[in-house]
């Protein structure tokens, strides 16, 4: 080897160097770059943010379509202006934009900084794209990264995309069901729900931590990159390029996260996914992504570990109304704004984009419509398997092995396991809680409510108009309602009527009557309120304002609660009503005999009321059957805290009151309440409450299938349907409709603890099967003709086999229900069993089907006939709407009748039109045996409905034999078909009677 000088000084000029740079890192934080950031004033000045216009010195500023860029909570603003030359500020300006940036500051150094929360972002966005209208004149492009682009999004359905010429999200996840670094959902929601409660409510982010946490997700690449900087601390020229970038990556682009913000973001969007399910808060307002109708770009990352491509995609799904692309850069979550990468591809589209939607310009080269199906990377294709090659290698130079494939192959085995484990950990305890409990157990709608309001105090509870009211709220009303009733002198055991529209008040009424342990007769608005009032012995009745005139007719003492802001009652000289808001409840003193929620398992707790043959019959529901619809629901449905339940039902009718109301309450879920049952507004509410479950009871959903036009998009938030009565032809239609949702039906016996569930939607029209919880059910033998159980020779009645019609009877709790239809020594001496009026049958599956009623059989020369059998025959009819079936009297014999309506519209691509032809029929009913297929079938203009929309068939048997005609068809024994039912054939068939 030659020796030189050069040889000999260059280790020593290497060393000096490595000495020199590293003591000007040391001392000023990094090298001196000689870049200087880009110019900008501070236009604005507000408590949440400062709002910066960047090279406000240009000359045709006025003419250039303004974009404001929107940060993440814990960076720096400067991340949109890294390098004057590289960042996003200097290329948009230098491609015809005018350039604003919203810096939020860092919290732990603003006044109130560490108490904002999510909600307060979102204001203030919205209020930045207000006072830039109002200084250019123009609309705004609004940009974010992260979750700068979450707030964008969540800015954009906050205005409902008024002031907006489109959304720009760089890396902006939008789905949680795709969490950082593969992180299961089902763990990251405890965990996050855990957080939010019990540490951030309390602790915020410092900078530091931040910037840790950040680095901590790609520890290979941090210490790999901060090796390479050592490395070359000697080469200065080979350090400046990315100098900048380091420096705001290592410690300047950091800044405190407060914790009432990170607690709100892990309860909404990793707990609750509301941002694709809707119904999130913002300032008390609730709001949607599928208020969007803007258009909008999402850039996304093939090596984004935070943004994942699948989480970003979310928003196609998430804003159904807009026209979103897709820009797909071979970029991780900081490159795609900031480096090579941004520079070269990011900005320049983002400019052609603005260009574009401005008129000035061609659609950007890069971007695609978003669809489900993974893009193209701009760049060039980079595979997963490239990504962990890329992985392991930089993981080998500095000694760390890769063990990325036997995670993941721990996780997808464990994952169906965690996944049960998961619903039994939810499910066990609500199950257990009904199996503890007596006839002197503590158990109410009040204490329920109670719990979860000291467990989630500022947990919402109720949604009405736009608005949320929290558990906290809503249990601070109840009490003051209870005060107001103590006040003119309800007590505990008092039967009071409820009279009142579904609403909050109406709620409120109900909770605090059962918190004060008296009975809520609830009757229905509209009828006849004196036979209702006898049977349930009401002593006052709790009415709104629409139906105080009614109230005041019954004859007893009126209090008038709710109506919102507009009450003007008139009540001077009305000594025998009360105007409850007018209760000052600071002024009543509590009586030393008032116990909060005092009600005991076998309490009664409310009476309700069917219409049943023209009568008016009660139903008494104790504080057990309550819970036990409740939790059996809540368990059924799967009801947790992430669920928004629609309340369609009427809080009068049963269905609202066990499984709606309880269920909810039951499940820890939100109840959204709406004013009117009207399709388009359904339509708005769902999205916009971010509904995931909806009640029904009967027929009520068929308004929603008929409605042609119905605004649901394809991605709704909507997993279930949940009701009683549901005939089999509108469950097809509701889940072709709505689909992937399901239906869950549920039967409920009105006397004993029978709860039945048909919770896999498989088989429609079948009532499923008992529900844990609930009681042992047994179908004993009946004899129907004789309307008599079918005994043994010991003197036992009989258990019906699988395929057999028979009784239902229940086995009630000891204690705790009380019936008029007890019976003993059923199946074996002593036992004691409850008989329901409903006949069933059991099938091979151990599923349950309803054949009918033993009050309402049609009997026949040729024996009894079933009903729904033939209605849920019918159904498998395409243009089916409805079906009914009854008996019409006709001379010596009755004649069985099937009624239909057909639907009002088919949709595209039906095979056949809104007709039935007698081919229909003969391959509908050929599943029935020949004795339980009806003479007649017809089809009616209109089946009518109950208020609550069970079908009637009174009037329709009213008006005897069906009229000859096309749509008229009557069963042929002799060639056991369905034909045309003729003036001559309507003939011989009344003459065969």
């Known amino acids: 080897m030659q020796f030189t000088v050069r040889t000999m000084t260059s280790p020593l000029h290497r060393v000096l160097a490595t000495a020199q740079n590293g003591l000007e890192v040391i001392r000023f934080g990094g090298l001196d770059t000689g870049e200087e950031a880009s110019p900008y004033v501070v236009v604005e000045r507000r408590p949440m943010f400062r709002l910066r216009r960047y090279f406000p010195q240009t000359k045709d500023i006025k003419d250039r379509p303004p974009i404001v860029l929107v940060p993440p909570m814990m960076v720096a603003a400067d991340v949109y202006d890294v390098t004057q030359d590289k960042g996003a500020v200097g290329i948009l300006h230098a491609q015809g934009l005018d ?71 760089f890396g902006a996840p939008a789905d949680s069901v795709a969490l950082p670094l593969g992180i299961p959902v089902g763990l990251a929601s405890k965990g996050a729900d855990l957080l939010a409660d019990h540490v951030f409510n309390r602790l915020a982010v410092p900078s530091w931590m931040a910037r840790t946490g950040f680095q901590m997700l790609d520890p290979v690449k941090t210490l790999k990159s901060r090796l390479d900087f050592l490395l070359q601390l000697h080469d200065r020229e080979a350090l400046l390029p990315r100098e900048k970038q380091r420096r705001f990556l290592e410690a300047e682009g950091w800044v405190a996260w407060s914790g009432p913000a990170i607690a709100e973001l892990l309860k909404q969007f990793v707990v609750h996914n509301r941002m694709m399910t809707g119904g999130f808060v913002v300032d008390d307002r609730l709001i949607s992504l599928a208020e969007i109708t803007c258009p909008v770009l999402a850039f996304l990352g093939t090596t984004d570990d935070i943004g994942l491509p699948r989480a970003v995609r979310g928003i196609r799904r998430a804003a159904p109304r807009a ?51 993974p893009q193209e990377p701009v760049d060039g294709e980079y595979t997963v398997a490239q990504r962990l090659v890329n992985s392991a290698s930089q993981a080998a130079e500095i ?94 055991g008092s039967h009071v009527g409820v009279l009142m529209q579904t609403r909050p008040s109406a709620l409120a009424a109900i909770a605090a009557l059962s918190r004060l ?34 109230a005041m007719t019954a004859g007893v003492r009126v209090f008038v609660l709710g109506g919102g802001d507009e009450r003007d009652l008139e009540l001077a000289n009305k000594t025998d009503v009360i105007d409850m808001e007018k209760i000052d409840p600071e002024a009543v003193s509590l ?20 219409r049943s043959r023209g009568h008016t019959e ?22 947790t805290m992430s669920d928004t339940v629609y309340c369609l039902t009427p809080l009068h009718h049963p269905s609202g009151l066990l499984m709606t109301l309880g269920g909810a309450v039951a499940g820890g879920a939100r109840i959204a309440l709406t004013r009117t049952f009207d399709p388009s507004q359904f339509a708005e509410e769902i999205h916009r409450y971010g509904v995931t479950v909806v009640s029904y009871t009967w027929t009520l959903l068929r308004e929603l299938v008929n409605a042609e036009d119905l605004q649901v998009q394809r ?27 399901n239906v869950v039906e549920f039967y409920a016996s009105t006397e004993g603890e029978a709860v039945l569930a048909n919770i896999s939607g498989a088989k429609p029209g079948s009532k499923g099967r008992p529900i844990p919880g609930s009681a042992t059910i047994r179908l004993a033998a009946y004899d129907v003709e004789q309307d008599r159980f079918i005994e043994d020779d010991r003197g036992f009645v009989r258990e019906a086999q699988d395929g057999d019609v028979g009784r239902l009877l229940a086995h009630p709790r000891a204690g705790v229900e009380l019936s008029s239809n007890e019976m003993r020594g059923v199946f074996r001496a ?35 006939v079933f009903a729904l059998p033939i209605e849920d025959a019918l159904a498998e009819i395409d243009a089916l709407d409805l079906a009914v079936v009854y008996g019409v009297p006709a001379g010596k014999r009755t004649l069985v009748v099937a009624a239909l309506s057909l639907r009002l519209w088919m949709p595209e691509g039906a095979s056949t039109k809104a007709e039935v032809k007698p081919g229909h029929l003969n391959n509908a009913l050929s599943i029935l045996p020949e004795g339980q297929r009806p003479d007649i079938v017809h089809v009616v203009d209109e089946i009518p409905l109950t208020t609550w929309y069970r079908p009637k068939t009174r009037a329709l048997a009213a008006e005897g034999v069906p009229a000859a005609g096309v749509n008229c068809w009557y069963y042929d024994p002799d060639s056991h078909q369905y034909r045309r039912l003729t003036e001559a054939a309507r003939k011989r068939v009344i003459a065969d009677t």
């Open 99 to 169: 350039p604003w940036v919203v810096d939020f500051g860092s919290p732990d150094r603003e006044i109130g900084g560490m108490a904002r929360n999510l909600a307060d972002h979102v204001v203030g966005v919205s209020d930045v794209v207000s006072l830039v209208r109002k200084h250019t004149g123009q609309d705004v492009h609004l940009g974010g990264y992260s979750q700068g682009g979450m707030f964008c999004y969540q800015v954009a359905a906050y205005r409902r995309s008024v002031g907006l010429k489109s959304v720009i999200t």
């Open 323 to 373: 026209d979103v692309y897709e820009a797909t850069l071979r970029a991780g979550h900081f490159g795609l704004v900031v480096g090579s990468s941004a520079a070269i591809h990011t900005w320049p589209t983002v400019a052609e984009w603005v260009k574009w939607h401005e008129g000035a310009g061609d659609e950007p080269v890069i971007i695609n419509p978003m669809t489900d199906e």
């Open 399 to 492: 000694g760390f092995g890769v063990a990325q494939d036997l995670v993941d192959a721990t996780r997808g085995a464990a994952r169906t396991t965690k996944e049960i484990t998961g619903e039994a950990m939810r499910t066990l305890p609500r199950l257990a809680r009904l199996g503890v409990m007596q006839a002197h157990t503590r158990m109410s709608l009040g204490l329920l409510l109670n719990e979860q309001g000291r467990r989630n105090p500022l947990g919402e509870l109720f949604l009405f108009d736009d608005r949320v009211h929290t558990h906290a709220a809503v249990n601070e009303r109840i009490d003051n309602v209870v005060r107001g009733f103590i006040s003119v002198g309800v007590r505990q």
């Open 517 to 550: 342990g008296a009975v809520s007769v609830l009757l229905q608005p509209g009828t006849d309120l004196a036979e209702a009032i006898r049977i349930g012995e009401v002593s006052a009745i709790v009415a709104d304002p629409p139906n105080l005139a009614d």
């Open 591 to 610: 009586p030393a005999w008032y116990r909060p929620d005092p009600g005991l398992a076998s309490d009664l707790a409310f009476i309700v009321f069917t």
């Open 618 to 639: 009660p139903q008494f529901i104790t504080n057990h059957r309550w819970a036990l619809s409740a939790f059996g629901t809540a368990s059924a449905a799967s009801l």
């Open 715 to 741: 991605h709704h938030p909507i997993r279930l349907f949940m009701g009683s009565g549901m005939p089999a032809a509108l469950w097809r239609r509701v889940t072709e409709r709505f689909a992937p949702a």
């Open 830 to 864: 002593g036992d004691a069993w409850i008989a329901t009026d409903h006949l069933f049958r059991r099938d091979d599956s151990g599923d349950y089907w309803m054949v009918d009623n033993r009050n309402s059989v049609i009997r026949t020369e040729r024996g009894v």
